[in-house]
Structures are given as structure tokens and as C-alpha cells.
């Protein structure tokens, strides 16, 4: 207890001090490029170390050596690269040429909240404290690039791939992203960014061809890798195994020479997805390194080089991008690596206070949380997923975990003797899903133990001897998984009917969704008087929640992703576009798509994005569709008060930020932090937009009574939509409407201003 004691009070230090430093510092503006690429430091030894190069030499750092390794030189003393999944905590050893794990002492490690918890922090300081985190652990593990941030945009509920990925909105996506990268990377290690771009779905991930317009893919898609280069100079790159308008990822010349290198001035490498290479030509393309094979750009390409059918000067810059990364990451020698056991306890503050920060409070009625001990006996804690770990599982993504605090495990801890829990797993978990993927193998459906009918009835009687009943639901890493996509939303495994069951014999149930990813309420909702999402929420995770649980700390997570009614709301499916794998959907598609691309020769494999800018929020805002609870939405144990709304001028040119003050009062008896955010709606334009747009938020922490005013920045530069014609980014002139709330479809405080294109 004193340990946590200990952490709490650290953690609230930490909170408290950020309030007074980074009140509208949550800005990433897209023009500024602030400094060059720290890369550039390195590029004239670059080009020294590359002079003594043999053309063997600069072929065998092109490829894969090992499943994680890529060559370095070693007759010039230049290490080899050692590559570790995954976003959110270091992977266990394997063998160098297979999958098979080498069951070491020391290969455990920290898990950390999954993707959406993290950006369910809306935290800036999190993402950063996140990435110094992973990056420690990942020095003293040896490795020179974690292949992380994993940082799609969730477009569809049911994507396998949600909980690793961040958010559905692109620019909490950038915030988060960047600085995990600046976190990482100012600790010594690199990011791999992944996976660029549009790896939207894992269905056919390995062959869909994404049809996607330029102005979508510049506006929603590729805005957070675009941040994550130009704001947190990623180092790495990782292409994705999709095709995007014709073009494999992993040889797009359009995104990775043009905007990746020639747009947004990126100076690092870029490796394949693990099998995503095409062809020897990709190197040509943009791609420095094919993992984890060298079917192409082993002997194939030293042959092409040698025939002259690809040119010398290529292999160069290839070369010397992924020098450059390497001499900017000091390599760890291998004596020194693996040595001791890296989760240590500072690893398990930082997933505590990102877990803590995460947990999003859907619902309260009747004041049923915080719970108060003195009035309880008995708690039945029921469901699958309090005792089970979630660190494991998902592939690529799976944490060996040295240590993990599963809900069951932290509710005992924080009841102590005071209360008596009841423990009732209520319905079995099992395996859901699989891949279609056959790279990975198959996997277990096996499912053992007492019938479904009898872990029902277990339930019910627990419920039934308890004053209150916490129900540990939701999803967990084999039904949210990389390779499948979801077929639905609903909860598995016949939770909804136990749910329900437990609520006719105990009126104060809590629900806490173990999920990554939306899942549909409609049964459950009714059925609980109180809601939470608490995420796989890593080695800290269990401690996290009975901390909200039990109101040491007021829950101050706010959703990344909306929440739909049902599936069918939402837009990809709302539009029959998710899978879409007719060619006619690709010619119906054909005016949004970017002219340079070959929409008219789209394989059969197409999944069309005809939503276009209307993804998650932007759908459900502009079509007037109610979601179940809204991008943004997280309730606190107080209420704030929104006043006094003004902005500093009526009217703003190109290059200026416009800024927004209001107050905020915390009219509750409880410490809490609220997260306003600021929309942008574009009043009687004459380009198509979103009904709003998130453009800036923060997070303050506000005493019992008290009020601060608070300022949100919106540089103009972020207003602007892509044009297709100036192959640009352009400001229309006109008036604006800004937003101030506590969601997306939260209208608290509204004002307008006007913008207008150069001088005055
Ligand atoms: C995943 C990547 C991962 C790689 C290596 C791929 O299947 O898509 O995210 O980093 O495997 O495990």
C-alpha cells in the first residue's frame, strides 16, 4: 500500500505541474518544419563511411539478415540494426530465423497501455513519458529501432488493429504519435512509424488496393505520419503491406519519394512490413530495407546493379539514409545487452500514470461512483476478463510481460479486509477470429471447463449475495487481433445475456469494458448503472482502475474513437464500402481518386474510402447520426463550468494562430481534470467539409472551486484543405465557427471569427 501511496503522490505532483506549463502548448502546426532533421548531422560521415563501401557491402545492408536484424558492415566496424516490436512494450526473444521464442530470463518486459488507451490520455506529456519508456527498455534490450508508433487511422469499429493504433481523428493521432517519437528518440532509439499508409484494415491487408482520394489521404490519412516527421523527425519509416490507388506501399514512389522524402524533408529509412516487398525495384521506389527476407533486394538487386538496370547513385542514397540512422543511434554492444531485467519500477509508474489517465467514464448514474466503503459489504466481481492478463497475444504486438496487475488482482489489493469480493468468471473466453494470413499458422479454438449455462447461474448468485457488482467485460487480444478483422461489434461470448442477467437480480452493476475498440451498448448500456472503458491497459492496469474505481483519482480519459449505436451507423459500413472488393466500386470511385494514380486498372482487391473526409466524428457530426457516446466524451467525478468565450481578433491571415479564451470552473468537491476542446466549422463555404473538426485541446487540472482561464491555439495553417489542382495546401477565405466542448457533438461555447488568404 505505501508503494502506492507513493506513486499517487508523485503522479499527482506530476499532473498538477503540467497544469501550469503546458495550457495551450498542445499545438503542432503543419507548416513549420522548426529545425532540420537532426539526421543531417551525420550525413557527411555518412558519405565518408559509404566511399569505402564495397557494392556487396551496400547490398547486405538492404536486406534482412536475421527475422529483426539488418546488416551492418562489420570490416568498417558499422553495427548491424536490431529491430523489437512492438508499440507498446518489447518483444520477447526469437530465434534469429525463426518465430520460435528463446524463453529468456531477461526478454520480460514492461507492457504499457495498448494504442487507443494511450490516446485516450489526449495527453501530450503521456505520449512523451510513453516513448522515453519504451525507448529504455528497448537500449537495454540492445535494439536500435522500435517498430512503433503503430499509428493508423481507426476507420472502421470492427478493425483488428484498433486497439494498437490510436485514434479515428488526425490531429489528437499527430499529437500523440509525435511525442511518442520525440520520447523514443530523445532516449537513444529510433521509431519506425507504421504502417505507411492507409493500413486501415487487416482483411486482405496483404493485397487490398486502398482507393483513397489525394485530399483524404492528405486531411485524415497521413496528417500524424506527416507530424511524426516534420514535428518529431522520425527516424524510420515502415511501408505497409496494402497497395494504395495501384501502387504497393512498399514501392510507391508517390509516398515515398514524394511526400515522405521530397514533401515532408524526410532524411531516415524506410523498411518493409514483415513479407510487404514486391519487387527489386522497390529500392528505387523509396525502400531502404525488405524484411524479414531478401528475396528482392538481395542477390536479385546485386545482380540488377551489376546489369546496370538500376543505377549505382540509387544504392547510394539508400545506403546512406540508413547510415545516418545508424550513426544517430548509438548501438548497444552486444555484451552490454541483455543483461538484467528492464521492467523495473519507474517502467511500472509510467504505465500507471498513462493507464490512470486513460480510463474513459461513460456513465454514472446515481452518483454509483466513486464507491464508498463505508456503505459496502460485498462486491462480486464477475466476468472473463478480471483475471485475465492482456499483455500476450495479437501477434507482432504481444508483450512478454514481467509484470501485470490484472482488475481482479488490483480490486483486491485497494478492498484490502475492508470488503468482501465474490469472484465469478461468468462466461469463457475463447478463441474468435483467425488469421487470414496463413504466414502467422492457426490458431486454438479450444474451449474447456464448466458449461456456459453454469457460469451464468455462478454469476447470477454472486450478483445476487453483493451490494454492488463490477463486471469486467468486453473484448480481449485474440478477438482484437492483427491478421482478422472483427465480423461485428458485439461483445463475445454471451456476455450481453449474462449482463443482463445479473442486473435483474442486482440493480448496481458497473460495467468496465476491457476493450480496444468500439463495441455496441445497446444491451449492456440499460443493463449498468455505471460504464467505463478501461482498455488493455497494461502492467499497471489493474491498480489504475480500482484507483478510478474507489475515487483516489477523478477518471479523466476521453474516447479517441466514437462509440457507434450499432455497426451499420457507421460510415465505411453505412456505405457498403467495407469490404469492397468489386472492381465496379473502384470505377465508381474513380473522380475522388488523385489523377496521377491508375485508379482504372485497380486489381479486384479494392477497398474503396468513398466516406472520403467523413471518417469517425467527421460522419456521425455531418449525417446527423447519434452516436452511442462521441469522440471526445469521458464524464469526471465533478462538473465544469464553461464561460466567457472570446477570441483575440475578429480576423486572421495565413501564418497567424488564433486564439481562444474561456473559463473554466471545477464546480464540483473533487480535484479533477477536464479536457476542453476546440472544433472548427466552416460557415457558407464554397469547398465541402466536415460538420467540424478537431483543431486544438488540453488538459487541465482544476481544484475544488476553482477557475482558470484557459487559451487554446489554432495556427491558420492548420485550416487549410489539400487541393488536388495546386497540389497544395489552401486557405479559403471566410468565416469560421470555433467550438469550445467537452465532445464532438458538445456544444458548450461558440464563437465566430474570419480568415482571410495574404496581406491585408
Ligand atoms: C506487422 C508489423 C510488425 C511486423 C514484425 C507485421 O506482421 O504488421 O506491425 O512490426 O509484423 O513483427
Keep these: 500500500m505505501k508503494l502506492r501511496n507513493v506513486l499517487l503522490s508523485v503522479f499527482a505532483t506530476f499532473a498538477f ?154 490531429y489528437l493521432n499527430s499529437i500523440i504519435a509525435t511525442y511518442y517519437t520525440k520520447g523514443v528518440q530523445d532516449n537513444g532509439v529510433a521509431v519506425c512509424l507504421k504502417h505507411f499508409a ?37 527516424w524510420g519509416v515502415m511501408a505497409a503491406y496494402n497497395k494504395i490507388n495501384g501502387s504497393w506501399c512498399a514501392e510507391n514512389d508517390w509516398l515515398l519519394n514524394q511526400v515522405l522524402r521530397r514533401d515532408w524533408g524526410f532524411k531516415g529509412m524506410v523498411i518493409s512490413d514483415w513479407g510487404g516487398t514486391h519487387s527489386t525495384g522497390s529500392v528505387v521506389k523509396g525502400l531502404n530495407v525488405e524484411m524479414p527476407s531478401k528475396d528482392f533486394l538481395g542477390q536479385s538487386l546485386l545482380d540488377s546493379v551489376r546489369l546496370g538496370i538500376i543505377d549505382t547513385a540509387v544504392i547510394d542514397n539508400r545506403v546512406r539514409e ?6 544517430a543511434v548509438e548501438p548497444v554492444p552486444a555484451n552490454k545487452a541483455n543483461k538484467e531485467i528492464t521492467a523495473k519500477p519507474e517502467q511500472a509508474q509510467i504505465a500507471y500514470k498513462v493507464a490512470q489517465k486513460s480510463i474513459v467514464l461513460l456513465k454514472n448514474s446515481d452518483d454509483i461512483l466513486p464507491l464508498d466503503l463505508s456503505r459496502i459489504q460485498t462486491v462480486a466481481v464477475i466476468g472473463d476478463n478480471a483475471d485475465k492478463k492482456m499483455g500476450q497475444g495479437g501477434v507482432g504486438a504481444g508483450v512478454k510481460a514481467r509484470n501485470e496487475i490484472t482488475p481482479l488482482a488490483g480490486l483486491k489489493e485497494a478492498f484490502g ?78 456476455q450481453e445475456q449474462v449482463i443482463s442477467k445479473i442486473a435483474q437480480v442486482n440493480p448496481n452493476v458497473i460495467t468496465v469494458l476491457v476493450v480496444g475498440a468500439p463495441v455496441d451498448l445497446r444491451q449492456v448500456d440499460p443493463a449498468s448503472k455505471a460504464m467505463l472503458v478501461s482498455w488493455f491497459n497494461g502492467s499497471e492496469g489493474g491498480h489504475a482502475l480500482a484507483d478510478i474505481l474507489l475515487g483516489k483519482v477523478s477518471p479523466s480519459g476521453r474516447l479517441p474513437f466514437t462509440f457507434p449505436v450499432k455497426l451499420e451507423d457507421s460510415p465505411a459500413y453505412a456505405l457498403g464500402n467495407f469490404p469492397n472488393d468489386t472492381p465496379a466500386a473502384a470505377d465508381i470511385f474513380v473522380n475522388l481518386v488523385d489523377k496521377k494514380s491508375d485508379a482504372s486498372q485497380q486489381s479486384r482487391n479494392v477497398s474503396v474510402y468513398s466516406e472520403d473526409l467523413l471518417v469517425g466524428y467527421r460522419w456521425y457530426n455531418t449525417k446527423k447520426i447519434q452516436p452511442a ?5 469521458g464524464l469526471t467525478y465533478t462538473t465544469f463550468a464553461y464561460s466567457d468565450i472570446s477570441a483575440d481578433k475578429t480576423e486572421y491571415k495565413d501564418g497567424d494562430d488564433i486564439k481562444i479564451s474561456f473559463r473554466l470552473k471545477n464546480l464540483g468537491n473533487r480535484k479533477a ?24 485541446f488540453d488538459r487541465i487540472l482544476l481544484e475544488p472551486g476553482q477557475d482558470s482561464l484557459v487559451t487554446l491555439s489554432v495556427p491558420v495553417e492548420n485550416l487549410k484543405y489539400w487541393s488536388e489542382d ?19 457533438t458538445d456544444d458548450k461555447l461558440s464563437t465566430q471569427v474570419s480568415v482571410r488568404k495574404g496581406l491585408f
Design 322 to 327: 540508413i547510415l545516418r540512422v545508424r550513426l
Design 198 to 234: 492507409l493500413n486501415n484494415q487487416e482483411t486482405n491487408r496483404g493485397t487490398v488496393d486502398v482507393i483513397a482520394s489525394a485530399r483524404a489521404m492528405r486531411e485524415i490519412y497521413l496528417p500524424a505520419f506527416e507530424a511524426a516527421v516534420t514535428k518529431g523527425d522520425a
Design 673 to 696: 481534470e477536464e479536457v476542453p476542446q476546440l472544433y472548427v466549422s466552416r460557415i457558407k463555404s464554397k469547398v465541402e467539409w466536415p460538420e467540424r473538426e478537431l483543431k486544438a
Design 17 to 170: 505541474l503540467s497544469v501550469v506549463c503546458c495550457t495551450s502548448e498542445n499545438v503542432l502546426s503543419r507548416d513549420k518544419r522548426e529545425t532540420p532533421s537532426l539526421l543531417m548531422k551525420y550525413d557527411a560521415k555518412a558519405g565518408r563511411i559509404l566511399k569505402r563501401m564495397t557494392l556487396e557491402e551496400k547490398i547486405e545492408m538492404l536486406h534482412a539478415k536475421y527475422y529483426f536484424v539488418s546488416a551492418g558492415v562489420p570490416r568498417l566496424k558499422i553495427a548491424d540494426i536490431n529491430y523489437a516490436d512492438g508499440p507498446f512494450g518489447i518483444r520477447e526473444e526469437m530465434e534469429p530465423l525463426s518465430w520460435n521464442p528463446l524463453h529468456w530470463e531477461t526478454d520480460s518486459a514492461t507492457f504499457f497501455p495498448t494504442g487507443s488507451a494511450l490516446a485516450a490520455t489526449w495527453d501530450k506529456e503521456m505520449a512523451y513519458i510513453y516513448g522515453t519508456g519504451m525507448a529504455r527498455e528497448a537500449k537495454l534490450r540492445g535494439k536500435d529501432m522500435i517498430l512503433g508508433p503503430a499509428m493508423n487511422i481507426q476507420r472502421i469499429p470492427t478493425g483488428g488493429r484498433t486497439y494498437e493504433y490510436l485514434s479515428e481523428d488526425p
Design 726 to 744: 495546386k497540389y497544395d495546401w489552401v486557405l479559403e477565405s471566410g468565416s469560421i465557427r470555433l467550438t469550445v466542448g467537452q465532445c464532438a
Design 629 to 633: 457516446y462521441p469522440f471526445g466524451y
Design 417 to 494: 479486509n475492508n470488503v468482501r469480493i465474490i469472484y465469478a468468471q461468468g462466461w469463457s473466453s475463447q478463441q474468435r477470429g483467425g488469421f487470414g494470413f496463413g504466414f502467422w499458422g492457426s490458431r486454438n479454438n479450444a474451449q474447456s471447463g464448466p458449461s456456459a449455462q453454469e457460469l451464468e447461474n455462478r454469476a447470477v448468485e454472486a450478483a445476487r449475495a453483493a451490494d454492488v457488482v463490477i463486471v469486467m467485460a468486453g473484448n480481449n487480444r485474440s478477438v482484437e487481433t492483427e491478421g482478422s478483422d472483427r465480423k461485428d461489434i458485439m461483445l463475445p461470448f454471451n
